[in-house]
């Protein structure tokens, strides 16, 4: 991590301040603020994290929106035995690109990928490369991250803090840099319950973190994590919290916004409802619950679900981009970008409406009809864990082995229960966040601006937007076709009766070994059936005395 300490040292001294555009050029010629698609109009834009889920949404918007845009240079590395150039390619095939691909079916060419590895030295970017973007950049959009929460310290810090600031080097570098926009996440500072747009004193000084970490192995460093990320539950918020300390530091040489968005959902509106691509955070819960796989899960009913749709993330994120340049605050300024102060809705409203959709357009091939509870008691999950969860997953490898399967439902239930551990936290407690920027920003927007670059989520439906969340993660997730859908239901009316069966027979099954065993146990069936017999003597008597 040598480099990494370098490349601080670098930052914190005499970096050369960056040579910013002219403001006037964004007035129109009557004086008035240019709109958003004509400020991005001729404008070269860089975008790290373009393969990611919001990147690509930020990518796909930019083109539909702002087709003026001149360039679209996205730092991306080769990965899975792709090259760059095939990863973007693939990328621009997919569905997300339809509709930019109807506007302008020649879009591909306002794309530019420069091969960049993060957690390298000097991003691992050419010198060719660097030559040409600090000589055409407007504008850069630092999307990148790893967003697991179970990422090592080490290697959660190279990514989110020192990329960072490697490319805040680069980008005062840039001589017609206008902008430096930064994603962070409303959980970076999830320690605390009321959260402003205001950036928090780090936890530790990052340059200090960095030197420490840089002598020890591995395993030290893991076993002294859980210690230095202190009240925070992961090396994620722990580092994303750095990473705006290290942001805020250059604010006085670059203009700079951060975004925070608290949990990114499917698409609301654009480009169509219910876009998702990932497993990530609820959308995988959905999936396992829609599947009949997830019965049970820790989450408080009451609690605020803060989710925000992607596009109304994207959306903000080019309005700030716009107004950073544009109106260059001196300072930093923070975009709280949630949904819980202005249109909330909670986890046990969530749940309700998750599972009436799935029921409504169900999944292929569930295993258990789509049936989960959210529970905040620790005792109760506990039982469900063991009698809808572990106990039908032995049922079914036991079933699998005799048909000379492999098992597999026991392996899959406890990568199930690695993934809703680590998301409980967030589904378990409350958080209020300031989002007067936001509102700032709404009303600096022209009204054809806030039509286009619709970031107000007053006018959000939960129920609608759930039920398209649902949908979304049948069709973009899981690639399954609509058309399926009357087999589907054909499939949960099967587990319906199998289950049905299954449980008169184990009723009559356990109440056979009683009764033939215990004396108490025959004397209270007896006891049952007479009074059902009295009961029902007793009804028809009245009902002939009224006839
Ligand atoms: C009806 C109920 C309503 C209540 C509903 C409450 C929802 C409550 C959400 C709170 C949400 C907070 C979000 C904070 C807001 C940010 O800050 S956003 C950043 C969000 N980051 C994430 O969500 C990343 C979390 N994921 C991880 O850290 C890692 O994927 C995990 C969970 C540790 C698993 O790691 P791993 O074992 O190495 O495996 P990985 O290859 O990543 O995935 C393994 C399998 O798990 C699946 N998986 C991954 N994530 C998930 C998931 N979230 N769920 C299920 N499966 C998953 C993968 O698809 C994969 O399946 P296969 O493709 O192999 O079949
Ligand atoms: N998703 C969410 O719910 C939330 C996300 N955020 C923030 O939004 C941003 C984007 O998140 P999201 O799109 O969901 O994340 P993804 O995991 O989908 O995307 C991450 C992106 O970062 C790139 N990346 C990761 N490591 C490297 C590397 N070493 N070199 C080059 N590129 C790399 C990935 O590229 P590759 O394809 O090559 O892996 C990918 O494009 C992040 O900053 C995150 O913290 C904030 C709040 C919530």
């Known amino acids: 991590m040598c480099y990494l300490r370098s490349c601080i040292v670098k930052a914190g001294g005499t970096g050369r301040a960056t040579q910013m555009g002219k403001t006037g050029e964004e007035t ?14 001729g404008k070269n834009v860089l975008i790290t994290g373009a393969t990611g889920f919001m990147g690509k949404v930020l990518v796909e918007k930019l083109l539909r929106s702002c087709p003026e845009v001149q360039t679209l240079y996205l730092l991306v590395r080769p990965k899975a035995g792709q090259s760059m150039h095939e990863r973007v390619s693939d990328m621009m095939k997919c569905k997300l690109f339809d509709r930019v691909r109807e506007d302008n079916p020649d879009f591909h060419q306002k794309i530019v990928p420069i091969s960049s590895e ?34 090592p310290l080490k290697h959660a810090l190279q990514l989110n803090v020192m990329a960072t600031q490697q490319l805040l080097n680069l980008a005062q570098q840039m001589h017609h840099l206008q902008a430096f926009i930064h994603i962070s996440t409303a959980y970076a500072n999830c320690n605390r319950r009321h959260i402003d747009e205001i950036i928090y004193p780090p936890p530790v000084e990052p340059k200090k973190l960095i030197d420490s970490l840089e002598w020890m192995e591995d395993s030290i460093v893991r076993d002294i994590t859980p210690r230095l990320i202190g009240d925070r539950p992961n090396t994620y918020t722990y580092t994303k919290a750095l990473a705006e300390c290290v942001v805020q530091r250059e604010s006085s040489k670059l203009s700079i916004g951060i975004i925070r968005p608290s949990i990114v959902g499917a698409s609301w509106q654009e480009p169509f409802p219910g876009w998702i691509d990932n497993f990530n955070g609820p959308s995988g819960v959905f999936i396992a619950a829609g599947k009949g796989i997830l019965r049970t899960m820790r989450a408080n009913n009451d609690a605020v679900a803060d989710l925000i749709p992607v596009d109304v993330v994207i959306n903000l994120t080019l309005a700030a981009g716009w107004y950073t340049a544009v109106h260059r605050p001196k300072a930093a300024l923070v975009y709280n970008c949630t949904t819980g102060g202005i249109n909330p809705f909670h986890w046990g409203e969530i749940e309700h409406h998750v599972m009436s959709s799935f029921k409504r357009n169900p999944l292929e091939q569930a295993f258990r009809r789509p049936n989960a509870n959210i529970t905040s008691n620790y005792l109760m999950n506990q039982y469900w864990i063991l009698v809808s969860h572990k106990f039908p997953a032995l049922i079914y490898d036991l079933y699998l082995r005799l048909s000379g399967q492999k098992p597999q439902m026991m392996r899959i239930f406890n990568r199930l229960h690695k993934a809703i551990g680590l998301l409980e936290y967030f589904s378990s407690q409350d958080w209020e966040w300031n989002s007067e920027n936001m509102n700032m920003l709404m009303s600096h927007l022209s009204p054809e601006d806030r039509k286009t670059f619709n970031f107000d989520v007053r006018q959000l439906n939960w129920p609608e937007y759930i039920e398209n969340y649902c949908i979304g993660t049948k069709k973009y997730v899981l690639n399954e076709d609509m058309s399926d859908i009357p087999a589907a239901k054909q499939h949960l009316r099967k587990l319906r009766n199998i289950r049905y069966t299954f449980n008169t027979l184990l009723l009559v099954f356990i109440w056979r070994v009683f009764i033939a065993r215990s004396q108490m146990a025959r004397n209270i069936w007896y006891f049952v059936v007479s009074l059902c017999f009295k009961f029902l003597s007793y009804f028809r008597a009245s009902s002939t005395l009224t006839n």
Do not use: K, W
Request: proline residues 4%.
């Open 28 to 41: 129109g010629a009557d004086g008035s603020m240019v709109s958003i698609a004509d400020y991005y109009a």
């Open 118 to 151: 993060l957690t390298q030295p000097a991003l691992a970017i050419s010198p060719e490369d660097v030559e040409r973007l600090t000589s055409c950049v407007n504008i850069i959009f630092h999307c990148a991250a790893t967003i697991r929460f179970d990422e």
